[in-house]
């Protein structure tokens, strides 16, 4: 029984199947005979074609609109330098509709007059109306009055670690390029080319090169919250743009002084969280403060007991979360006027007087 019901199944796994049962359709017609032929074995398939939106992901789309907001605003710069083998070129962008532009301190040294080049491809002179080299800022002001679009300086201190960022500039003259990157950290600080110490820096992984000095970082709203000023040669990733925040108190005071009149205390510092223990423990409220990487010795601070490791918490009265709330506490209405410095050190909370001086200039 078993060894017949083997070759029964055999043969009937021989047998040629049958083929598929088509329906046939006919719609007459006074020349021919159309038909059509549908498989009723198997779903007839279904095609759709995608919109040109779905094409494009949110960070894509958020990459386009920052991009055509902030990038007709960029400029590129070339100072007209006597000896031809200094030339070199950097970016900038409109910030008031008046041709107001915002560059690199380092991009205008040495000259008095520049050659920008707008998105459209229009070529304008300018000259330099303010330039502060400590925060690697400065300003021209175009001869001919051109309908630029203005980018708007955004809330850098709003910023978060792995946020979005775009570069946008002119790297090796190339203009119009765009990249893409996150914020690394904020509250850097940096020695510049001529040992300045810039400080209020962010870090950002957005690939800049030479060029880009002075282009902005849009955020994925397109505001600006950054101006490209450094590289760290030799390095990928390790990118610094100054902070849109001491960008705008830079900003006015270039443009009503040609300069920036600032108080001096002494130290370097960065942007630092308060850890929550540390702040439960002194009664803090404020997430973070200025951390002291170094004190001068001789200077202000160091005369009225600031050590490195502290933490400052406020300056006359004014809360210190950022370099950028510093910066403003030692305006040149600080300087030789006694004020008073909360800090906390080794958990506990101090209050010392500094005396701001005058910063040197040069």
């Known amino acids: 029984m078993l060894k017949a019901r083997k070759y029964e199944m055999f043969a009937k796994a021989r047998r040629p199947k049958a083929p598929r049962r088509h329906e046939i359709l006919s719609y007459?017609?006074?020349?021919?005979?159309?038909?059509?032929?549908?498989?009723?074995?198997?779903?007839?398939?279904f095609c759709v074609v995608p919109s040109q939106d779905s094409l494009l992901d949110a960070y894509s789309n958020a990459v386009v609109r920052a991009v055509e907001a902030v990038g007709p605003s960029v400029v590129r710069i070339?100072?007209?330098?006597?000896?031809?083998?200094?030339?070199?070129?950097?970016?900038?962008?409109?910030?008031?509709?008046?041709?107001?532009?915002?560059?690199?301190?380092?991009?205008v040294q040495g000259a008095s007059r520049f050659i920008v080049i707008t998105a459209e491809g229009r070529s304008v002179t300018a000259r330099c109306v303010g330039?502060?080299?400590?925060?690697?800022?400065?300003?021209?002001?175009?001869?001919?009055?051109?309908?630029?679009?203005?980018?708007?300086?955004?809330?850098?201190?709003?910023?978060?670690?792995?946020?979005?960022?775009?570069?946008?500039?002119a790297p090796l003259g190339f203009e119009a390029t765009v990249t893409t990157g996150v914020v690394s950290a904020m509250g850097r600080s940096l020695r510049g080319e001529r040992g300045r110490l810039i400080e209020d820096l962010i870090q950002t992984d957005a690939a800049l090169n030479p060029g880009n000095s002075g282009g902005p970082l849009v955020s994925s709203s397109g505001e600006v919250v950054g101006i490209a000023t450094a590289v760290i040669a030799g390095y990928q990733g390790?990118?610094?743009?100054?902070?849109?925040?001491?960008?705008?108190?830079?900003?006015?005071?270039?443009?009503?002084?040609?300069?920036?009149?600032?108080?001096?205390?002494?130290?370097?510092?960065?942007?630092?969280?308060?850890?929550?223990?540390l702040a439960r423990a002194t009664g803090v409220t404020q997430g973070y403060a200025v951390f002291?990487?170094?004190?001068?010795?001789?200077?202000?601070?160091?005369?009225?007991?600031?050590?490195?490791?502290?933490?400052?918490?406020?300056?006359?009265?004014?809360?210190?979360?950022?370099?950028?709330?510093?910066?403003?506490?030692?305006?040149?209405?600080?300087?030789?006027?006694?004020?008073?410095?909360?800090?906390?050190r080794q958990g506990k909370l101090m209050t010392v007087t500094i005396t701001p001086r005058a910063r040197k200039r040069g």
């Open 131 to 169: 330039d502060d080299p400590d925060t690697d800022l400065a300003l021209l002001q175009l001869d001919q009055r051109l309908d630029l679009p203005v980018a708007r300086l955004g809330d850098s201190k709003a910023l978060r670690r792995g946020q979005l960022v775009i570069a946008i500039g």
């Open 238 to 277: 390790l990118c610094f743009a100054v902070a849109s925040n001491t960008a705008s108190f830079v900003i006015a005071e270039l443009v009503a002084h040609g300069h920036v009149r600032r108080g001096s205390i002494g130290l370097v510092a960065q942007q630092a969280p308060i850890p929550p223990g």
């Open 78 to 107: 070339h100072p007209m330098m006597e000896d031809p083998r200094m030339q070199g070129v950097g970016s900038g962008f409109a910030i008031a509709p008046n041709g107001l532009i915002l560059t690199n301190s380092h991009v």
């Open 292 to 344: 002291v990487a170094q004190v001068d010795a001789g200077g202000p601070a160091a005369k009225a007991g600031v050590r490195e490791g502290d933490l400052l918490i406020s300056a006359g009265g004014a809360p210190l979360t950022g370099l950028d709330d510093l910066l403003r506490a030692l305006d040149h209405h600080s300087i030789d006027k006694p004020a008073p410095f909360v800090l906390i």
């Open 28 to 45: 007459p017609d006074q020349e021919s005979e159309a038909v059509f032929v549908l498989d009723a074995g198997e779903p007839a398939p």
